[in-house]
């Protein structure tokens, strides 16, 4: 079936500007996660939705990051004014729970370039 | 708190030989573990996981992982690498509490040479 996809898959945008990233995660999946890679380095969680509540943003770097999901589908993060240090890779997973243990899938990413 | 340490950033080693990729982990709770792997430009891709139940964890590709609570270990071994093998690993804990907040290794490049 299909996965996790991302949109876009890359974006170059200017120092200052507004970036949305999308996320659609597989079907059936309540929850979601976003995540940031940056180059040579591992993944730092950004922000968790349970359906379209988000009972976990502490990892969202500043008030210029926020998210919003519609239901049990698609979520949007948005980083406004961005900055250079914005540039990384944006992943999102989808997970289901199966005999209590929760399994994460993964999207391609999304990624962002600030020049 | 949860963290991983993987304890090499670079592995080489030549097809056909053995892989030993290390990760040790620190939870205050009963982990749950997990292993990614990620090729160049692609997604990460679940390679195994393991959730208290056996100890060691077959995964795809011919992975396997095994849980050494005395040793707060989870190394990922394969018998015999091949070329396809190289790639970013990343060695995964999580709580098996509320909701998965991954916390990620820094990862394990994998070079496999002719």
């Known amino acids: 079936g299909a996965g996790v996809s991302q949109s876009p898959s890359n974006k170059v945008t200017e120092k200052g500007k507004d970036v949305e990233l999308r996320c659609d995660p597989i079907s059936g999946h309540t929850a979601l996660y976003w995540y940031r890679q940056r180059l040579g380095q591992g993944l730092e969680f950004l922000i968790y939705f349970q359906g379209n509540s988000a009972p976990d943003k502490s990892g969202l770097p500043s008030d210029r990051f926020s998210a919003e999901r519609t239901g049990e589908s698609v979520s949007t993060l948005t980083i406004q004014r961005t900055q250079q240090e914005d540039s990384a890779v944006y992943l999102c997973?989808?997970?289901?729970?199966?005999?209590?243990?929760?399994?994460?899938?993964f999207g391609p990413g999304t990624r962002l370039l600030v020049l | 708190a949860q963290s991983v340490t993987q304890l090499d950033s670079h592995v080489s080693v030549s097809e056909g030989t053995p892989v030993l990729l290390r990760c040790n982990y620190s939870?205050?709770?009963?982990?749950?573990l997990f292993w990614y792997v990620q090729h160049p430009n692609k997604g990460l891709q679940l390679l195994l996981k393991y959730t208290s139940a056996a100890t060691l964890v077959k995964g795809i590709n011919g992975f396997e992982a095994e849980f050494k609570k005395s040793e707060t270990s989870f190394h990922l071994t394969k018998p015999s690498a091949h070329m396809s093998d190289a790639a970013e690993y990343f060695c995964v804990v999580t709580m098996n509490t509320g909701f998965q907040k991954l916390v990620f290794g820094t990862g394990t490049r994998l070079l496999v040479s002719p």
């Open positions: 939870s205050s709770y009963s982990p749950s």
């Open positions: 997973a989808s997970s289901y729970r199966t005999s209590g243990v929760e399994t994460q899938y």
